[in-house]
């Protein structure tokens, strides 16, 4: 328990580095010779992040900016993290205000899946996505319904077993 803290807290750090960097372009800078190079923030990323994709815009009162999907590969299963990005007004940086991590998927699913695939509508960013147990195989549809920061519900349905 005391490790998936230190976990997440390590990650949000570097996510929110990275969200910096990517939205900054500090990536593209030049460097000590001139030369610039595009992907030069990603090597940073520590090993266990997977993938990573903006997915749907969020606006409120309080600002903008848009949700982030982290995927990462830690010990075999996938986990999830949802991150709200704000964006920064009048030369303020961009900065991740809300992390969160799929709990469920550590504590009752152990699976592999796919990016969750988008799907914008007036109340919420639906997440949809295919998962597969490494336990039993047996195969999942989970659909991510994401709000504001922090505020997510993980709808899952199991899967028929195929047969010849």
């Not at 939205?23 to 010779?33: T, V």
């Not at 992390?99 to 639906?126: D, F, G, I």
């Amino acid at each position: 328990m005391r490790s998936a803290r230190m976990m997440t807290a390590l990650l949000s750090v570097c996510l929110t580095y990275t969200a910096l960097a990517a939205d900054a372009e500090i990536n593209n800078q030049p460097d000590a010779e001139g030369e610039t190079w595009p992907f030069a923030g990603v090597y940073k990323m520590p090993v266990w992040i997977d993938q990573v994709q903006r997915v749907c815009p969020w606006k409120s009162e309080a600002g903008e900016g848009y949700i982030r999907v982290v995927r990462t590969n830690f010990k075999g299963p996938h986990g999830i993290y949802l991150q709200w990005i704000r964006k920064g007004i009048a030369g303020s940086e961009t900065q991740a205000i809300s992390t969160v991590r799929v709990k469920e998927l550590e504590e009752q699913y152990q699976v592999r899946l796919q990016m969750p695939q988008p799907e914008l509508s007036s109340a919420a960013c639906h997440l949809t996505a295919l998962a597969e147990s490494i336990i039993t195989d047996r195969r999942y549809k989970m659909e991510f319904i994401v709000k504001g920061p922090g505020d997510y519900q993980l709808l899952v349905t199991s899967m028929l077993q195929g047969g010849l």
